[in-house]
């Protein structure tokens, strides 16, 4: 893959033709839609829309269809800062610190510094894509079975930072979360375990549905218990942030630019994975990070930052070697193929005018994206001014349809709400509700990643110390959760939850 100012330059005359400009514009509309609809997803959107773009030229197509998964990812945040339901697990982190915003009456600010922190990592993820991806798709190569299971395992400790002061109650959160996973087949044997005769659970336990009932559900369930007028009563004040908060806000868009494009080079390291390290990171650094889960701004602009850096770092393994990070760009994989393109190092070299034409495109849909969301911050942010006895109900109608869109599976609805129950005791207990969820999320890579290890070396666990990357990786994981354990023994504080994003 080689990089020429020329293709460049020729990629952005043809991404501006009108055609294509129309097409960009559709997929971020649609893929914003995506974004906001929970349940759905960027996979799910681009599979429905796949068949329609055989009746347009395929450069065009798949500039719509990339439109569609990185607008999906600027989408995601709208719900989760507005009323708390993240529509995907990578929206979570966003929902800690961007609904507690909203509750002060700071929607609008909230949105406005998740658009921004999106477009300028979203721009730098495509810098590094169009400058460094010879260089950078070696490192998706460097990366085995063990160096999965040691970053997993280093995602995972940081559930004592996400755990505060209730660290017993963080791991007992942990554990609910790694259980749920546990359920349906083994990823390697396809054996079915803790299904107890039920069919319906041999197919897992879908965490997007874990997700909407932890939020979504609880949410209401709260409110509902309280008799609220409104989702809360805070007026709303100011539609932007600040220019002080954008400028406290660059160093966090610039780190989590950083590690969602290089974790986003990673097969099957997902968005909701990039956005915890970023959101942790971020608090790590702070010279406040007293302030995170109570509303700070830096905790909105990480994780959406991360979010739209991983997608543009994920086109690097795809088109260098046609290897997709994730299941969107595995759809997205499967699109280029239809069309007769095949991803790989030759691509670059039989196909130039279409892969620039597409890369310089992701250009274009980020300056699109931010024009459209910018002047719809007022827009999403007076969702909160309708009344709960209305808007309750609606959350509730828009939780079960995307509990079912899933998978088209009623089963998912009742795990969504048996999971609001859950998270409504958890709230009221004061049990944190992230480590959950990033359990949930991780469980099932760093099963199968240890039991590939494991097969590899034939049982010695070695094999994740002897390995640079991997014993690079769980140094850090040791150290996080050293770290944390000596700041809880310092701290002789009374166990409490301070993830009041949870309460």
């Not at 009108?18 to 996979?43: D, E, F, K, R």
């Not at 968005?271 to 990070?289: G, H, N, Q, W």
């Not at 759809?331 to 393109?341: A, K, N, R, T």
């Not at 009623?410 to 969820?437: E, N, Q, T």
Request: hydrophobic share 55%; proline share 6%.
């Amino acid at each position: 893959m080689l990089f020429s100012w020329d293709l460049l330059l020729a990629g952005f005359a043809d991404a501006l033709s009108w055609s294509n400009l129309l097409w960009a514009l559709v997929g971020c509309l649609v893929g914003t839609l995506i974004g906001v609809l929970p349940g759905i997803g960027p996979s799910a959107g681009i599979a429905i829309l796949l068949p329609m773009t055989t009746m347009i030229p395929p450069t065009s197509g798949i500039i719509m269809m990339a439109a569609i998964y990185y607008g999906a990812m600027y989408g995601g945040s709208t719900t989760a800062i507005v009323v708390n339901i993240p529509g995907e697990a990578s929206s979570v982190p966003t929902a800690i610190d961007g609904y507690e915003m909203a509750k002060q009456g700071r929607a609008g600010a909230a949105l406005g510094i998740s658009a921004i922190s999106s477009f300028v990592a979203g721009t730098l993820g495509l810098v590094g894509l169009t400058f460094f991806a010879p260089l950078l798709a070696n490192v998706a190569l460097a990366f085995g079975p063990p160096e999965y299971f040691a970053l997993m395992f280093m995602g995972l400790s940081l559930v004592i930072s996400l755990s505060g002061r209730a660290l017993l109650k963080g791991m007992i959160a942990t554990s609910i979360g790694l259980l749920a996973s546990l359920i349906g087949q083994n990823p390697l044997t396809g054996a079915s375990r803790l299904t107890f005769g039920v069919v319906d659970l041999m197919a897992g336990v879908s965490f997007i549905s874990v997700i909407i009932g932890l939020f979504a559900v609880s949410e209401v369930m709260i409110n509902a218990e309280r008799a609220a007028a409104h989702i809360y009563g805070t007026k709303i004040h100011g539609w932007m942030p600040t220019w002080a908060e954008i400028r406290r806000c660059a160093g966090a868009m610039v780190r989590s630019s950083g590690i969602g494009f290089f974790l986003g080079l990673l097969p099957g390291c997902a968005p909701a994975v990039t956005t915890f390290i970023a959101y942790d990171v971020e608090k790590r650094v702070s010279k406040t990070p007293e302030r995170f889960g109570k509303g700070a701004i830096e905790g909105v602009a990480a994780p959406e930052g991360a979010n739209n850096a991983t997608s543009s770092g994920g086109f690097v393994p795809l088109f260098a070697f046609g290897l997709p990070t994730g299941p969107a760009l595995a759809v997205l994989l499967g699109g280029l193929m239809m069309y007769g393109l095949q991803p790989g190092p030759m691509l670059f070299q039989t196909n130039p005018k279409f892969v620039w034409a597409v890369i310089a495109s992701m250009y274009i849909g980020n300056v699109i994206l931010l024009i459209l969301n910018l002047p719809l911050v007022g827009f999403w942010a007076r969702i909160a001014l309708i009344p709960f006895p209305v808007l309750g109900p609606l959350i509730i109608l828009c939780s079960v349809i995307g509990a079912y869109s899933i998978r088209f599976m009623l089963f998912d609805v009742w795990v969504a709400l048996l999971f609001g129950g859950i998270g409504y005791l958890m709230r009221k207990l004061r049990f944190p509700i992230a480590p959950l969820v990033l359990a949930s999320v991780l469980a099932q890579m760093l099963e199968t990643s240890l039991q590939q290890s494991l097969l590899i070396s034939q049982g010695s666990w070695l094999i994740f110390l002897n390995r640079p990357i991997a014993g690079f990786f769980m140094a850090l994981a040791f150290l996080s959760i050293g770290r944390g354990i000596w700041l809880q023994l310092r701290s002789h504080a009374p166990e409490i939850a301070i993830d009041d994003a949870d309460e």
